[in-house]
Nanobody
Framework: QVQLVESGGGLVQAGGSLRVSCSAS????????MGWFRQAPGKEREFVAA????????YYGHSVKGRFTISRDNAKNTVSLQMNSLKPEDTAVYYC?????????????????????WGQGTQVTVSS
C-alpha cells in the first residue's frame, strides 16, 4: 500500500482556479491507479477523477469533466488535480486515493470500494 498526504486546498472565488496535490510514499506508487474524491457537508463522497499508472488514461466525474484535469509524476510520487472554472458547488474536502491491492494500474470504477488507501483530505472552498 501507499501512504498519501494532500496539500494545496484553500479559498478561491467562483470562476477561479486551484491546484491540489497528493504526495505518496512507497516505491510502488507507479504501479497504482490513483483517484480523487470529494465530500461536501451532508453529502456522500463523490468520485472526481482517476488516472492510470502511466498517466495515459484519465477518467472524470460528470460534474467536473472539462473543468478539472488530473495528472501524475511518477518520478516525484505525486498526483495532482488542476481545478478551473470553479463553482460554489465544488466546495468540499478533496481526498486522494490509491486503488486497492493488488494494483492493476487502471481505473476499475467510481466506487470508493475500488480504492484501498486514502489521504486525510484537504479543504477547498469556492465563494460566490
Amino acid at each position: 500500500q501507499v501512504q498519501l498526504v494532500e496539500s494545496g486546498g484553500g479559498l478561491v472565488q467562483a470562476g477561479g482556479s486551484l491546484r491540489v496535490s497528493c504526495s505518496a510514499s512507497g516505491r510502488a506508487f507507479s504501479r497504482y491507479a490513483m483517484g480523487w474524491f470529494r465530500q461536501a457537508p451532508g453529502k456522500e463522497r463523490e468520485f472526481v477523477a482517476a488516472i492510470s499508472w502511466s498517466g495515459g488514461n484519465t477518467y472524470y466525474g460528470h460534474s467536473v469533466k472539462g473543468r478539472f484535469t488530473i495528472s501524475r509524476d511518477n518520478a516525484k510520487n505525486t498526483v495532482s488535480l488542476q481545478m478551473n472554472s470553479l463553482k460554489p458547488e465544488d466546495t468540499a474536502v478533496y481526498y486522494c486515493a490509491a486503488e486497492s491491492d493488488p494494483p492493476r494500474g487502471y481505473h476499475r470504477g467510481r466506487s470508493e470500494s475500488e480504492f484501498g488507501s486514502w489521504g486525510q483530505g484537504t479543504q477547498v472552498t469556492v465563494s460566490s
